[in-house]
């Protein structure tokens, strides 16, 4: 940082593997879709000598434009790792999607990268999903820097920029969001606005003039001086307020000159401790130069002001079976501990994973232990299973680079792990170890879909099971009561990506069909059926009489049956076949098709045959009972009710119970969460929050989450009801 101004890249270029931990720096760069986050990733790589200036790599890679190298489509929707050298450091740059369906990329970054890079546009500022993300690395106190980009635009202001995002991130103490640089504008243009043209250091009060495409090094003038002092001696206390030494401050406003080295040592100490977070400039360079503005800086920032991977604390770790074991944080000499943090297939190489390193060395050829657990509702199979690994290698686009290793703190890229899945631990094969999971999203879109042909029938389950496999935010339902396929997901950009890859990837083309709610239905009081089945022709004949009492019964209850048969009327050993009739009578519904539940089914009497009557003509009967009961009786549709919980900005409090009350929704308590946001409980129908995921986006844009959870099943209002009906009827 500021004691590197004179610093050249040195040994720059594409990263190899790392030797030691203290040389790895892990950033994950976070901002909103369009906030110029792989524009970034690109000017960084061309800085440090990953790409030259035609965009060709350095080390003669034949693929041409850095563009296609890094494929931006779908790097908009999915976690990718850029790993660079500088100075000496090994660089992995994880860059996350911005689209809010993508959450689940985002975290598998936080959770690989010891700091954050929150990257700001001047021209569109802090959105609200930015801000629950910056949340989310407080909470766990991960190191952050903002770096402000799109500085180009007409309307952009490096200063209006610096204070918005001071207000968004600083909480009670906005001086810990400063600049350690200022921008230096040029002659205005036609249109009246002034380019950026270079940086001044504000505490080593240098220029950095990138006009020319590359970095140069100068005195600022006198006159700009005076300019950028006030900025200087708010950056001075900002540091020493974060400062360890106590003394600091005192001698500071006794007039006392501290010395450059014990300021950069102590923004250092602060950047690296999560308690002060430095705001720089970025932006990428002119055709055929060599360095963007600000990228200098940045690399700097990360390789002097970010932790090493000796500085995070690991996530818990057990055995399999759930037995607490201590694992020493990043040694490479310890137990093998590494987490598979993406999941993707490669049409030519096939399953590949991406890895991050926790404890020991992973090599390849190597026979490990891979341990998954917990995700077993979302269609992901536990299992611990011995594999052996395939090549590990660095990515760079299309291109990979063969790595020897890869010790504790760095990450790789493993070929051929054919059971891995995102989220699982790989151990050693004598030691197996588990890591505690990071918290996945819960996906709330419903996506109802089924195969377009006979073809894709046969190839779906297979499509299905590796699509999940690579994405735990996703979940695959079969629904026993609806009898439909449902790829439950984030949102409708996820669902739209998911249905690509099925077509793409897997060759499955499927159909997307309306989402069905697991209806139910129940008596309203109490009817009594008699189910009479005589039938003789010629042979032997068959003959059940049964006469039946249907009561409804308390929520939860299910189907009871009694029997009261007094005197023999039916014989003991078809009084199971009446219940049996009865009961798959239920399943199948007495009004709309929907299956029967809580009500008490009681046998009072019947006939039976000494020759004609069987099993089967008591179960056809005690079928028709029930729906002869049905027939003159009120019969509800049960709905099913969810308690939806939606943590809100207090600005739009009222507009989301506004809106819950309009799909049938009752509100039952709010609370104060902090922050300025609300907790919102409702009670919904599960019928009315089908695109409910989507729709509070909107509503919120985008500051909004929610979770819901199944209480019970309660009865239709009969408009609704009378629609459901006249649909059963059409489709039959």
Request: hydrophobic fraction near 40%.
């Amino acid at each position: 940082m500021g004691d590197k101004a004179n610093a050249h890249p040195g040994a720059a270029g594409r990263a190899t593997a790392a030797d030691h931990p203290a040389s790895v720096r892990n950033v994950v760069l976070v901002g909103h879709s369009g906030s110029g986050k792989t524009t970034l990733v690109e000017a960084l790589a061309l800085t440090s000598g990953a790409v030259n200036r035609a965009g060709r790599v350095e080390d003669g890679g034949t693929v041409s434009d850095y563009d296609e190298i890094e494929h931006r489509q779908q790097r908009s929707v999915q976690l990718s790792l850029v790993p660079v050298d500088w100075d000496g450091y090994k660089i992995n740059i994880l860059d996350t999607p911005g689209y809010a369906d993508f959450v689940g990329e985002l975290r598998a970054g936080l959770r690989a990268a010891d700091a954050a890079l929150f990257v700001v546009s001047a021209s569109d500022g802090v959105d609200g999903s930015t801000r629950m993300v910056w949340e989310e690395c407080a909470a766990v106190g991960m190191p952050r820097a903002i770096v402000i980009t799109h500085l180009e635009a007409a309307r952009a202001d490096f200063e209006e920029m610096t204070r918005t995002c001071a207000e968004a991130f600083g909480g009670d103490d906005p001086d810990a969001v400063l600049p350690l640089y200022l921008p230096l504008h040029g002659d205005p243009g036609p249109d009246g606005h002034a380019p950026v043209t270079g940086l001044v250091g504000l505490l080593t009060q240098r220029l950095f003039d990138y006009s020319s495409g590359e970095r140069k090094d100068a005195e600022p003038a006198p006159a700009q001086l005076p300019l950028i002092a006030q900025a200087r001696n708010r950056l001075i206390e900002g540091i020493i307020a974060e400062s360890e030494d106590e003394t600091l401050m005192d001698r500071y406003l006794g007039g006392e000159e501290i010395d450059l080295k014990t300021l950069v040592q102590d923004l250092e100490r602060a950047v690296a401790r999560g308690t002060f977070f430095p705001v720089l400039a970025a932006a990428p360079a002119a055709e055929g130069a060599r360095q963007g503005l600000g990228t200098v800086e940045l690399l700097e920032l990360v390789t002097g002001g970010f932790p090493t991977p000796l500085e995070r604390e690991a996530p818990a770790v057990t055995t399999p079976e759930g037995r607490a074991r201590e694992v020493r944080a990043c040694d490479p000499d310890g137990p093998l501990v590494a987490e598979i943090v993406k999941t993707a297939s490669d049409p030519y190489v096939g399953r590949v994973s991406l890895v991050r390193v926790f404890s020991g060395t992973l090599h390849p050829d190597a026979t490990v232990h891979v341990s998954g657990h917990g995700l077993a509702d979302r269609g992901h199979e536990d299992h611990d299973v011995d594999e052996r690994v395939g090549a590990l290698s660095a990515p760079f686009g299309k291109q990979q680079r063969t790595l020897t290793h890869c010790i504790a703190g760095d990450l790789a890229c493993v070929a051929k792990l054919s059971r891995a899945e995102t989220g699982d631990t790989l151990s050693a094969k004598d030691d197996p170890l588990l890591m505690e999971p990071w918290q996945m999203p819960d996906p709330l879109l419903p996506l109802a879909i089924r195969a377009h042909s006979k073809a894709d029938e046969d190839k779906l389950s297979q499509g299905l099971g590796r699509l999940v496999a690579e994405d735990p935010t996703m979940r695959l339902e079969q629904n026993q009561d609806t009898h439909q396929v449902v790829l439950w997901c984030l949102g409708e950009a996820h669902a739209d990506v998911a249905l690509e890859r099925l077509r793409s990837r897997y060759g499955v083309q499927v159909d997307v069909v309306p989402h069905k709610v697991s209806l139910r239905e129940t008596f309203a009081g109490r009817a009594a059926g008699r189910g009479r089945h005589v039938k003789q022709s010629g042979g032997h004949g068959q003959f059940a009489i049964c006469e039946i009492e249907v009561e409804p019964l308390p929520n939860g209850s299910g189907i009871e049956f009694v029997d009261k048969v007094v005197g023999g009327a039916v014989p003991r050993q078809f009084i199971p076949s009446v219940e049996k009739g009865v009961r798959a009578q239920a399943a199948k519904g007495v009004s709309a098709g929907y299956p029967l539940i809580d009500v008490r089914v009681t046998l009072l009497d019947g006939k039976a045959h000494s020759v004609d009557s069987s099993d089967a003509a008591f179960q056809t009967a005690g079928a028709l009972a029930l729906r002869e009961a049905s027939a003159d009786a009120r019969i509800h549709l049960l709905e099913p009710v969810s308690e939806v919980t939606v943590l809100v900005g207090d600005e739009y409090v009222g507009a989301v119970m506004s809106d819950l009350s309009g799909r049938r929704g009752r509100v039952v308590g709010t609370e104060q969460a902090g922050g300025g946001r609300t907790v919102v409980r409702a009670e919904v129908p599960e019928i009315e929050i089908g695109r409910y995921a989507v729709d509070l986006r909107s509503l919120s844009h985008g500051t909004a989450r929610f979770d819901r959870r199944y209480v019970r099943h309660e009865p239709m209002p009969a408009q609704v009801a009378e629609k459901v009906r006249e649909q059963a009827e059409d489709a039959s």
